[in-house]
């Protein structure tokens, strides 16, 4: 008889602690479904928010073109963008335009180029990077000191830009296998066709001034027809620091060369280089550029191959021949050879006009 009250006991005692159990597991499972329904709402709710900023964002980018082109028509250059989408949600604003163009009839410049693609960061604030197609056709007036067309093709064109609320902070430009063709071009000495396998532009603050800015600049395998002639095939390249720019390159051109030009025009050449047929010259140290486009400064100038300057200039301008054998001569024999075939030739450049010592030796035409 305890044996069996003992048994029910403990039957009722077990039955009970499986009811907590359970009812432990019902509200444990109860309260994972409410924070999974917590979590649920607020991925909804930032996803839908998300969508509202990039949805504003879209419609302020439209709008921002519009006031573009508008403002850009009250200066009498009309900037356009036709068949234009936006698109790239979620995180790219992208912005396309079947066709581009720039009428800048105070520059005697019309520019048309087919499909611009622009894409925005969001993650990124300030970061664009942007892609072009072929062909680009530039019409030229007098009033910008040419006249006739240039077409121009690529393989590839990119350029990356970063800006702030001062405007522009860094920009890059790159693009592969060039091909540029003039057509009736007046004002360029015959020039017909040039094509480049790379071309490559870079701007960015300097580390050590928050008022300076360097450049590089690499153009390669550049070949060029004038009036019928191929020219050598050339490379140029430079480096430099442009000085007192300001905190940023803004976001109009031509407003920051004249602020530029005003300060002083200042440049520090790290490195200009011209290579071509086994002759190959180097300028470095600093300069100034004027108002009207004429340089001044003290560059070092070193050439390697002095004996190539006779038949490159033969081949770019045949009546040229016997000064620049002058020319070869007498620097390889005031400056002295070295063991690896290096002259260097200190110059001073004075409004455009170019001295060796007390010797002119040429003229730097007006930049513009």
């Excluded at 410049?109 to 300030?126: F, H, Q, T």
């Excluded at 038949?311 to 770019?316: K, N, S, T």
Aim: charged fraction near 20%.
């Amino acid at each position: 008889m305890d044996i069996a009250a003992d048994t029910g006991e403990h039957l009722l005692g077990q039955t009970v602690q499986d009811g907590r159990n359970r009812m432990q597991v019902f509200q444990m499972e109860g309260s994972m479904a409410r924070k999974v329904k917590w979590l649920m709402s607020v991925i909804v709710g930032l996803v839908l928010l998300w969508s509202a900023l990039w949805y504003g964002a879209s419609v302020a980018t439209g709008k921002v073109i519009d006031r573009v082109e508008q403002q850009s028509v009250r200066m009498g250059r009309d900037v356009s963008c036709t068949e234009r989408t936006v698109s790239g949600y979620p995180f790219h604003l992208a912005v396309s335009c079947g066709q581009a163009g720039l009428d800048a009839q105070d520059r005697g410049i019309e520019a048309d180029i087919n499909s611009v693609r622009s894409v925005a960061l969001l993650y990124k604030p300030g970061h664009v990077i942007a892609e072009a197609d072929g062909p680009l056709t530039v019409t030229l007036s007098p009033a910008a000191g040419l006249s006739g067309e240039l077409v121009g093709h690529w393989k590839s064109a990119r350029s990356s830009v970063s800006a702030g609320l001062s405007g522009l902070k860094r920009a890059s430009l790159v693009a592969e296998e060039i091909d540029v063709i003039a057509n009736a071009l007046s004002g360029l000495g015959g020039l017909e066709q040039m094509t480049m396998q790379g071309a490559q532009l870079h701007v960015r603050p300097n580390p050590d001034s928050q008022t300076d800015f360097d450049v590089a600049l690499t153009l390669s395998d550049i070949l060029t027809i004038r009036s019928g002639k191929a020219l050598p095939e050339m490379d140029l390249g430079l480096l430099a620091t442009a000085k007192n720019v300001g905190e940023a390159l803004g976001f109009d051109p031509d407003l920051l060369l004249a602020n530029w030009l005003s300060s002083g025009g200042a440049l520090d050449l790290e490195k200009l280089s011209f290579n071509s047929l086994g002759f190959v010259a180097n300028a470095s140290g600093p300069v100034s550029i004027s108002q009207d486009g004429l340089v001044s400064g003290q560059v070092k100038l070193e050439i390697i191959g002095m004996d190539k300057l006779p038949d490159l200039v033969e081949i770019i301008a045949p009546r040229f021949r016997q000064n620049a054998e002058q020319i070869a001569a007498t620097f390889s024999g005031l400056a002295g050879n070295n063991s690896d075939g290096k002259v260097t030739i200190p110059l001073t450049l004075r409004n455009g006009i170019v001295s060796a010592g007390i010797l002119p030796i040429g003229r730097i035409p007006n930049l513009f």
